[in-house]
């Protein structure tokens, strides 16, 4: 008998060959010698038991449970489901930035997130492109950080104004929203690069007294935060207790990616400070800086979660939790200290089509490429997603191949998770979800398909904005 499940759990043993009917509630019993996620589901003699030690445990059992309900209504085989999940931190992610999405249209990701057992959601809220929430002591971020005047994203170019963000009621309406779903909410406030809206609206931060806008285009912007003055600590630390206050939980994204070092090679302030602080370099100064702020967060109780271009330095202390997605060869010897959260470009980013980033690839992508991973994410950037439909098509059902890493022990093969996959997908509204015949397209349809999504990039402040940065290297 094969049963379809999603994640697949870590032990199923049919008991029985008959199968059983069942009426009446599941009966629930609390057992504490389970873990906070573990839970056992027993199917026999017409009932179905469920063991679990608190919430979360009884949450997942009943994620199963509709699952076995979906594909046997109340006559469901004899069995015992003993499962855990393989990591802790099984997260998707949303840039809210370069397009900006409704509470309602992330309420509906959170939703399907959820039935497929991911416990953490990172929200991203600050980009050269956007500032999204709503900061009270310096409401200039939103004022005008969160519009740009004009976008010139691939094909769509216009000279409309864009914007939006999330009022304190509305995010605190999501982070309950989720916890009710047993998912964390992680923000994250991208700090020193990726800060072009940040900059527009506080310009006291930038080196010298360059003026900033907030972008319109894609790309890695030489504008970054001033990490030499002291001031600029001071108001970072502000947004952060800010935005602490709003989110209950231990991780806090801090960004850190994608930081060029230009204008701190030229400005007197962050030459100084590397002075002052006995630094090597401008890679060291980041280290410095994410340091800092990893200190301050800790202090209130919080991880810091930073992107991989952080360890350039070679000086970030150990404590601060790294979230791989580009770095070259030879990771495992690269990352023996810190906690890795795995999200490859070229396996989990889901903003790139099928073609680029096929079903399989995502789900056979082999995630151990460090002593000490804790988790999987699959984050959805969305220069190129203009709207949530897009955003569905792209994300499922790539996601739940994350989803099924993040959980499994041993996870099953590609064709026994497609398999299922195609058994349960009926359990949901996948009207927007990418259709099977664009999973795993031939080889030729992938070369062909890659190149036009790179194409349809191209317009003229791309090629601008490429010319640019090759010129500054
Ligand atoms: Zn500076």
């Given amino acids: 008998m094969d049963i379809s499940l999603l994640p697949f759990p870590s032990r199923l043993n049919i008991t029985s060959i008959n199968k059983t009917e069942i009426n009446g509630e599941p009966v629930k019993v609390i057992d504490k010698t389970l873990g906070r996620e573990e839970y056992e589901l027993s199917v026999c003699d017409g009932a179905v038991t469920v063991r679990a030690s608190g919430d979360e445990g009884f949450f997942y059992a009943e994620k199963t449970l509709d699952q076995l309900k979906y594909q046997y209504g109340n006559m469901m085989p004899e069995m015992l489901i003993e499962d855990k999940p393989k990591y802790e931190y099984r997260s998707f ?18 939703d399907l997130c959820a039935a497929f057992k991911f416990n953490k959601f990172h929200w991203h809220l600050s980009e050269d492109q956007g500032w999204r929430i709503q900061i009270d002591k310096y409401p200039q971020l939103t004022e005008i950080g969160s519009v740009r005047h004009g976008t010139s994203l691939g094909k769509e170019v216009n000279n409309a104004d864009y914007g939006g963000y999330y009022t304190k009621d509305e995010i605190r309406e999501v982070v309950a929203y989720a916890k009710s779903l047993y998912i964390d909410t992680i923000p994250e406030i991208d700090l020193p690069g990726h800060t072009s809206a940040l900059l527009a609206s506080l310009p006291e931060m930038v080196c010298g007294d ?25 108001i970072i630390f502000d947004i952060l207790d800010e935005v602490c206050e709003l989110f209950p939980y ?20 962050c030459q100084a400070k590397i002075k002052a602080e006995g630094l090597a370099n401008e890679e060291e100064l980041q280290g410095y800086f994410v340091n800092r702020i990893s200190e301050y967060l800790r202090n209130k109780g919080k991880k810091v979660v930073s992107w991989n271009e952080s360890l350039n330095g070679g000086n970030l202390n150990g404590e601060a939790t790294i979230q791989f997605w580009l770095d070259g060869e030879k990771r495992y010897e690269k990352y023996p200290d810190h906690d890795i959260i795995v999200s490859d470009f070229f396996a989990y980013y889901m903003d790139y089509p099928y073609e680029m980033t096929p079903l399989k690839k995502t789900y056979c992508y082999d995630e151990k490429i460090a002593k000490k991973v804790i988790g999987v994410e699959a984050p959805v950037w969305t220069e190129y997603i203009p709207d949530f439909k897009r955003m569905t098509y792209l994300c499922f059902p790539r996601n739940i191949a994350v989803a099924q890493t993040g959980w499994c022990e041993n996870k099953p093969s590609y064709e026994k998770f497609e398999s299922d996959l195609c058994n349960l997908m009926g359990m949901f509204d996948t009207t927007d979800w990418a259709p099977k015949s664009d999973w795993n397209r031939n080889q030729l349809a992938q070369k062909i398909g890659t190149a036009k999504f790179f194409i349809d990039k191209l317009n003229k402040d791309f090629t601008k904005q490429l010319i640019g940065n090759m010129r500054d290297k």
Avoid at 250 to 269: S, T, V
């Fill in 93 to 110: 992610m949303i840039d809210c930035c370069r397009h900006f999405f409704s509470v309602d249209e992330i309420k509906k990701m959170i």
């Fill in 210 to 234: 360059k003026k900033v806008e907030v972008k319109k285009t894609a790309g890695v912007f030489k504008d970054i935060i001033c990490a030499g003055r002291e001031k600029n600590y001071e």
């Fill in 250 to 269: 231990e991780y806090f994204h801090i960004g850190g990616d994608e930081a060029p070092k230009k204008q701190w090679k030229e400005c007197p302030e």
